[in-house]
């Protein structure tokens, strides 16, 4: 505004997370902490190294590291651990490969359809909660993915690095499946969780081993108008909505579901403490889709982040050994 103060901006602009020792400009912002659920999605650390480069590179946040990598690109709940001074950021990838799309329909094509017939027969209002859930953990095909939830290796790597560094500040994070993922292990490890664009747990708390009251005091969800995902089961914890400007393009229903999307929002409506120019990532609070040979073909100075890889590819799913299991805390050490 004309007085120098703010208008229009959402709560979540001006949520700070990191350790409480540290000062101000130390601390994570929701874009700064969207920024590492977005870069879970590159397969390599030279690509992760070059996306945390140019985010921070010039910030007060130019120490961050990668920590931890689990070593299987086609890993579904893919995780990477970022050091930044007293503060360790847990990210999931989102969906990636085949594998990951079994997990999503697995875990919620059932309240899926559930929700479909609630428009017709108020299903949800005529029976308890208690009741729902139960059914939702009968009708639960994970037997045939595998010996169990995928999310328990997930949640055991996380308190493993959370008690080997008992003096930081651990922050979860991750997009779609990766967000419900980290909701998951926020809500069962007590620890701040930010979540973009991930399916509902109200439901399916029950059969995820997580209660309400759980994911009430440690899960934020991001949640963009026109984006559908967000909208499967319901959310039963802090959610901030906000804004996607494609709301007059038919490629809403995609692109609204975007972390690039997110962040430019965020971005738009917040500004950037941080004092990143944007202006050739994002426009008008829209993202602008990266070359299709992507960032290795960019000079420095004319790649903006932050950015949704639109490179992802469906890979195989592949068996991992416990040998790289135990690589991916041996990273950086």
């Known amino acids: 505004t004309e007085t120098g103060l703010y208008a229009d901006a959402y709560p979540m602009c001006f949520a700070r997370w990191g350790h409480p020792d540290d000062p101000e400009e130390r601390k994570l912002s929701v874009i700064d902490i969207g920024v590492f659920a977005d870069s879970v999605y590159y397969q390599n650390e030279t690509d992760i190294a070059t996306m945390l480069k140019y985010e921070f590179g010039e910030t007060a946040l130019a120490d961050v590291k990668l920590k931890y990598q689990f070593p299987s690109p086609t890993q579904v709940g893919r995780w990477s651990v970022f050091e930044v001074g007293n503060t360790l950021v847990f990210s999931i990838r989102g969906t990636a490969t085949l594998a990951d799309v ?63 560094n008992p003096h930081k500040q651990m922050i979860v994070t991750g997009h779609s499946l990766g967000g419900v993922l980290a909701a998951i292990v926020g809500a069962s490890l007590h620890i701040p969780t930010v979540a973009f664009s991930p399916p509902g747990q109200y439901f399916s708390d029950m059969r995820m081993g997580i209660t309400e009251e759980s994911i009430q005091r440690n899960v934020a969800v991001v949640m963009p108008d026109y984006d559908h995902v967000p909208r499967i089961d319901k959310q039963p914890g802090m959610v901030q909505r906000i804004r996607c400007a494609l709301e007059d393009d038919p490629t809403r229903v995609v692109g609204c579901h975007l972390v690039g999307h997110a962040l430019c929002q965020f971005h738009h409506a917040c500004g950037d403490h941080r004092g990143r120019y944007w202006g050739n990532t994002c426009k008008d609070g829209m993202f602008q889709f990266f070359p299709k040979n992507g960032i290795a073909d ?22 991992v050994s416990a040998a790289e299991v135990n690589d991916a805390f041996e990273l950086h050490e």
């Open 102 to 164: 079994l997990v999503d329909a697995d875990m919620f094509a059932t309240v899926q359809v559930m929700q479909f017939f609630d428009k017709l027969v108020p299903i949800f209002n005529l029976y308890p909660k208690e009741v729902i859930q139960q059914l939702l953990k009968l009708v639960f095909f994970q037997n045939f993915l595998g010996p169990q939830p995928v999310w328990e290796p997930i949640i055991a790597a996380a308190h493993k690095i959370k008690r080997e």
């Open 298 to 319: 960019l000079e420095p100075a004319e790649w903006q982040p932050p950015v949704d890889n639109p490179r992802h590819k469906e890979l195989e799913a592949e068996e």
